[in-house]
């Protein structure tokens, strides 16, 4: 999984949680032990600028796929 690329395990577990595990925001939240809205918004988006500098090809899709 390209996710366990990822060297931040916060941004790693909370893309594997959501994308892998398919927990809603609110459940991820829980498992980091972070606020809902900060993991939605803030933590969501800097976990995703993470994967896209580590798969520069795969950017914009879905952070399990490998091509």
Avoid: M
Wanted: glycine share 2%.
């Amino acid at each position: 999984i390209e996710i366990n690329r990822i060297p931040n395990n916060l941004y790693s577990g909370l893309l594997f949680e959501k994308y892998v595990n398919g927990l809603t925001w609110e459940q991820v939240a829980e498992v980091i032990e972070k606020d809902p809205d900060y993991t939605r918004k803030d933590l969501h988006s800097k976990a995703l600028a993470c994967f896209e500098e580590i798969n520069p090809e795969n950017t914009r899709i879905n952070p399990v796929i490998t091509l």
